[in-house]
């Protein structure tokens, strides 16, 4: 089936930097979607992304559609504490048989101790 | 104004047992899906529902059963419980079988 690879696994920030993330596939997509998840939560949508070479915004999250339709990347930008969390970059194939999210791995973001 | 919620929140019980999750959706979305995810955090489709009819089912072992009694519901109930079954499991729901909402999940623990 298709894998999406997302990296980095975990990265740590400060708070006020620009932070970057991406996600990477063998195959396309027709759809990227960058969900957060918190600590005991569920995955909380942050930006859907449904043409090749889209560049949507969301406040501080600015996220691509890339032109192969085979990547996604996710800014923050000057990042707060509440930044900290699960990022999951989630690639849908439309299919007769029902349409598929495939999940990347998370990028899980940590404060700078 | 909850849009997706689960009940419970938390599940421990013993190997062997049978024992159902509950999912309701008041967005109104005609499609309503189960995740499974794992202890290093990796989210994978189990099933998906569109107007109540099965869509997809990920090679999910039968001892899992899903139900959906109207297309605001969908509940999914596990027979002869084992370890590996312990996981957080999500449910979701979609408009146009697009963008998916996610419900708080239950942590479901065999012991």
């Known amino acids: 089936g298709q894998q999406l690879n997302q990296s980095p696994q975990s990265m740590f920030i400060q708070e006020g930097e620009d932070v970057s993330m991406n996600c990477t596939s063998s195959?396309?997509?027709?759809?990227w979607l960058w969900y957060k998840q918190d600590p005991g939560e569920g995955p909380v949508l942050l930006i859907a992304?449904?043409?090749?070479?889209e560049l949507t915004s969301n406040g501080r999250l600015t996220a691509q559609f890339g032109i192969t339709r085979k990547d996604s990347f996710l800014n923050i930008s000057a990042s707060i504490p509440s930044d900290v969390g699960i990022y999951f970059c989630?690639?849908?194939?439309?299919?007769?048989?029902?349409?598929?999210?495939?999940f990347g791995g998370g990028t899980r973001v940590l404060v700078k101790p | 104004d909850t849009a997706v919620s689960q009940t419970p929140k938390y599940l421990v019980t013993q190997m062997g047992n049978d024992k159902s999750i509950k999912c309701e959706q008041n967005?109104?979305?005609?499609?309503m899906y189960w995740y499974k995810q794992d202890s290093k955090k990796f989210l994978k489709i189990m099933f998906s529902?569109?107007?109540?009819?099965?869509?997809i089912n990920e090679t999910v072992p039968n001892r899992f059963s899903p139900k959906s009694p109207d297309k605001a519901h969908l509940n999914l109930h596990i027979n002869s419980l084992e370890l590996g079954d312990s996981a957080v499991y999500f449910c979701?729901?979609?408009?146009?079988?697009?963008?998916?909402?996610f419900g708080p999940g239950t942590r479901l623990t065999v012991l």
């Open positions: 979701a729901s979609s408009p146009r079988g697009d963008t998916q909402y």
């Open positions: 195959s396309i997509f027709n759809t």
């Open positions: 992304l449904y043409k090749a070479g």
């Open positions: 989630a690639g849908l194939l439309f299919k007769a048989a029902g349409n598929k999210l495939t």
């Open positions: 967005l109104g979305h005609d499609t």
């Open positions: 529902y569109n107007n109540k009819e099965l869509i």
